[in-house]
Structure formats: C-alpha cells, structure tokens
C-alpha cells in the first residue's frame, strides 16, 4: 500500500528500498542476491516476479515493506515456478516511546505478511517463513538453510539424469514412474547409448588422458600394480562420460556393471570415474538407478560432497552400520589423515578386467544419510536418519570405500523405522547434520519427509 503511504508519508519508499538494501547487505556470503525496486502494486509485483524467474533465479525471499494487500500478489506468488520464503523482518527489532505513527507504518511489515502468507496457504503453495531480527546471526543462518534447500529444490526441476545402457533387471526400489518424477520433482531421465561411450572414448585426445593421469597422481596414492594400459583406459572411460554428458545436458548419471559388460566393447567398469566425477559435483548412482542419482545430485547443492553409498552390513557392538559400494564413492568425504588410493582392484562383477579403484575410509564426524522413495504415481518420501560416522576399525580386505555410521536413534530402532518407511538401499551420505535441510527441501518440493 505505499501509494497511500506516499501521500502519508513523502520518501517512504525510497526510505524502505535503503531498508531491503542492508539486507541484502546483512546478508552478504549467505547467498547472491538480486534486488528489484520496491513493489507498489499488482503490476510491480508481477513484473518482478516474471524477471526473476526469466534469469533463473533459485528462489524468492519476499520482505513486506509495509502493509501489502494479499490480493495484490496473490497471482504473482500463487503462479511461482521458483520456491518462496516469506521474511517476516521489519527495520527497527523493539518497539520504542518515541514511536510515532511513521515509526508503526515502517513497521507494519507483519500484518501484510499474515494477508500474504493467508493468501500463498488458500492456493496450496508450499513456501518457508522465516521470523527474526534480520540483523541476528540466527536470521543469516535460517535464510542460509532455505537459500539451500530453494537451490536444491530449484537443480533438481533443470536436471537430467544419463542412463548409461539399462536399470539393473529384478532392482525394484530404484524403479520410477518418469512422467511422475519430472511432473512432481524435475528429474529427467536421458538414456546414453553405450555404443556413443564407446566412440567417445576413441576419440579422446592424448593431452586430456595425459593431464587426467597426472592430476591423480598428484591428488591419489598410486598402486605400482596398475599398467598404463589400465590407467589409460580408465581414463578415457572418465573423460568420455563427462563429455557425453555435457552434451546431453547432464549433471548426474548412473552406469550398470552388466549393461557395460554384455555390450563386449569394454574392457573395464569405470569404477575411479564415478568417484572423480562425484568429486567434480556430479550426482552419480550405480544400477541405472535414477532417482538414486538425481539425490546425489540433491546432495551437492543442498550441504556440497555428496557420497553415493549404501547400508552393507549392521555392527551390533559398535550400534554402527558398515557403509560402503561396489567400488564408487566421492573422494571429497574421505579422511584427512589418510592418504586416498587408486589401486588395482580384482572384481569378478561384469565379467571384465580390474578397474582402477579408489579407495579410501570415511572421515569421522557427523553425517547424514538419505533415500528417495518412490511410492508410486506422485507419491514420494524422503527418508533421513542423522548420526556419525565412526573412528572405526581398518578393513584391510575391503578394496572399496566405507565407513560405520551410527544412527542418532539406534541400529535397532534406525533400521526399524527406514524399513517400515521403504527406505531403498541406495543412499546419499553428506558430512554433517543436515535432516532440517532436507525436512526445508520436502517442503518446499511438496514430498513426504520421514526422520529416523
């Protein structure tokens, strides 16, 4: 309403806008903002809405600057293709005896907020608040979490998934309804024929496959068993995978062992690219498992190095669970008093030659674990369980990634809750604690959130 406000009081707005100014300032290292003008009426608010969401924006953090009839943006958010916060802030954070009417008008942002927030509930738009001293720590950290969770949110309705081949026959928790995945979620699944990985791989350049053999000798361990046939061939595996899949438009894929080892060309399972490229930000699952992959992705944007892993074995003595995978892993997670390893690694899956392995144990510390369910039609669940992972044993004979992560709640009462729920078997882990990111990701995506 400050077209009544300007009338009222002259240099109201411009005295607003320098509000939402040090905002953005106080919010500064939390998120890269993009301010418009103070919005005056249903037109602004529309127009506004539409620029941001045409750069492509992660999301909207709407601050009432007065009191704002709901009417006037009830099609502006109502219609949002990107997630919405609603700051419930004001510029001055306690009420003073020297208020004056002016002081209340700059000060009148909740009620605005209550028509607004009304309105965004009556059109079944998911959306976070966030009331706080916008000059309070807490305030940068609340909007860090919904930056996040909007970023999150916002990648996985652009993403695309390669396939590389075909799901692995009989796996039915890493089945999908795709038309439910890109309607609900966003995901797109892209299948990559291997016969395309394979010409690509031909024509790698030597330079490339040169300057990715040195960058690992730099970053890795290197066993002396492996020849420079197995390395070189690795890495054409990993240089070709990326390139397809920028082709493609890709920012996560996942490989099956027997898609590639029936197709008769290869001469290994690219086992090291997966991690060096989950290492580079890239959402990777094994099995043709989509919905897997597409939360690895998730798990990037929403806390960084995301870690494909699954739930192998319980140890009751330790109330821990020995996580690991076949041989894939995010190198980023690993301890940093250990030195990672690439080795030559036997492995009778897919019938092919050793692959070049990573491998390397897990950094003890907090962590969080996550599954994608899918429930069928648009039903989907995201199931969490936070906890740590373990300064736990050696496992000299275990040529792979892995750690023991202990649940908050118990083995027990953990794996009682993720199997009533039908959490998969294939998981994303992230260092940290970061169920509340995830409950702020379910919200705004409109899925099920289950802690266990």
Known sequence: MQELYDDMLPGITERQAEYTQRVADQLSGVAELVLDTPARSRADAERVMRRFEHEGLDGVLVVMLTYGPSLRVTRALGEARIPLALANIQPDPAVSPDWDMADMTYNQGIHGAQDTANAMVRAGVPFEVITEDWQSPEFRDRVDRWARAARTVSAWRRLRVGIFGYPMNGMGDARVDESALIRVLGPQVHVIAPGQLYRTMGDCDTESVTGLIAAEDDRFRVDEKLSVTEREDHARMQIAIERLLRHHGCDAYSTHFDALGEDGRFSRLPMAAASNLMARGYGFAG???????????????????????EMYAMDFPTDSILMSHMGEGNWRVARTDEPVELIKRPLD?????????????????PATVASLVCLGGDHFRLVVSEGEILDSQHLPALEMPYGQFRPASGVRACMDAWLRAGGTHHLVMNLGHHAAGWRLVCELAGIEFRQV
Not at 291 to 302: F, K
Not at 349 to 365: C, N
């Open 287 to 309: 099995e043709g498992d989509v919905p897997a992959a597409a939360l690895v992705y998730a798990g990037h944007q929403l806390a960084g190095d995301a870690h494909f892993t």
């Open 349 to 365: 899956i897919g019938g092919l030659d050793d692959p070049p392995t990573v491998r390397f144990r897990i950094q003890p510390g």
